[in-house]
């Protein structure tokens, strides 16, 4: 696994702002998410942008695993390369359980790693998902999406 970062404070530096770490467009892949993943710094945030990276399925999981997530109401990974194997993964993440707002455009999803997402029991505060260009899913008394053109 090659790593583009020799630790987590170079990865974080001048890119956590306050309780938002912007990570875009870095290309980061499974080291990174490793570096971030065992961070202790990753508890103080609440908004974690990794889109435009190349974290795939693999990074993915590495996040979904950190008990560092456990404070990230809005988590973007847009752009990632990763599948519904990687969204089942979050969809069981322990560590998710105040996620609210969940963005996954442009990723190679099919369709049952958004049927993970509609029944996740662990993503109990998942108010928001976008997956592919289209869809934006909320949940108002059950799920709705709204395509966007």
């Known amino acids: 696994m090659t790593v ?3 630790d987590a404070e170079s990865l974080f530096e001048g890119r956590l702002r306050g309780n938002q770490l912007m990570l875009s467009g870095r290309g980061l892949g499974p080291g990174e998410a490793r570096l971030i993943a065992d961070s202790p ?5 609440t908004w974690l942008d990794l889109d435009d990276n190349r ?3 693999e990074g993915v999981k590495i ?7 456990a404070n990230v109401q ?3 990974l847009n752009g990632n390369q990763v599948t519904d194997e990687g969204v089942k993964t979050l969809a ?9 707002r969940l963005h996954l455009k ?32 909320r949940k108002k008394e059950g799920w709705r999406y709204n395509p966007q053109g």
């Open 92 to 100: 069981g993440s322990p560590h998710l359980a105040l996620l609210k």
């Open 106 to 137: 442009n990723n190679p999803i099919r369709g049952e790693g958004v049927v993970a997402l509609f029944s996740s029991v662990a993503l109990g505060n998942l108010s928001v998902f976008q997956v592919n260009d289209g869809w934006t899913c």
């Open 41 to 45: 710094r990753l508890l103080e945030v």
């Open 4 to 6: 583009k970062f020799k």
């Open 63 to 69: 996040l979904a695993a950190s008990a560092g997530l």
């Open 55 to 57: 974290l795939g399925d």
């Open 74 to 76: 809005y988590l973007n």
